[in-house]
């Protein structure tokens, strides 16, 4: 799809309101997985929604590889450094494997001037905290070194 693409929360409720009208007139869930750029996947979690609000929550909610490195670009970027490329370029040498439109997404509030004052707190999962407690000490990142350091102050 060339050009900008409809708000997720836009896309997400007009899809909804499609799969539970069609369900409503009989037709199967495989009749509306034909539909473009649905599969039948998504047509059976947009189904099994009672609401809207249920799928919104799950999408805005969801971790993603960036999360890690969120400290890292707001520290970053509070420094002067705004070029999205380049700090790309950073954070794949502390071991991020996305791409620069993953990196783009949360620098748009940078961006308008909606820069939040404190750091963000990363997305904490079990599997992350698990991260945090056995990873050794010289394989951390830098951000995880300086947060954890008793030396800096609270």
């Known amino acids: 799809m060339h050009g900008r693409q409809r708000p997720l929360v836009a896309r997400t409720r007009e899809r909804h309101q499609l799969i539970h009208e069609r369900i409503q007139r009989g037709d199967s869930l495989r009749a509306i997985a034909r539909e473009p750029c649905l599969s039948r996947g998504t047509v059976l979690r947009f189904a099994r929604a009672a609401d809207v609000e249920q799928l919104l929550v799950a999408a805005t909610d969801r971790p993603s590889m ?12 509070m420094e002067g450094c705004t070029n999205a490329a380049a700090l790309t ?6 071991g991020y494997r996305g791409t620069i ?4 997404r949360p620098l748009r509030p940078y961006r308008t001037g909606a820069i939040p004052p404190d750091a963000p707190l990363p997305h904490l999962t079990v599997r992350r905290v698990t991260n945090w407690i056995m990873r050794r000490p010289d394989r951390a990142h830098e951000v995880d070194q300086s947060r954890d350091s008793p030396t800096e102050p609270a």
């Not at 439109?101 to 783009?104: F, P, Q, Y």
């Open 66 to 77: 960036i999360d890690d490195y969120r400290l890292y670009l707001h520290h970053r970027w």
């Open 89 to 94: 370029r950073e954070i794949q040498q502390l």
């Open 101 to 104: 439109n993953t990196v783009h």
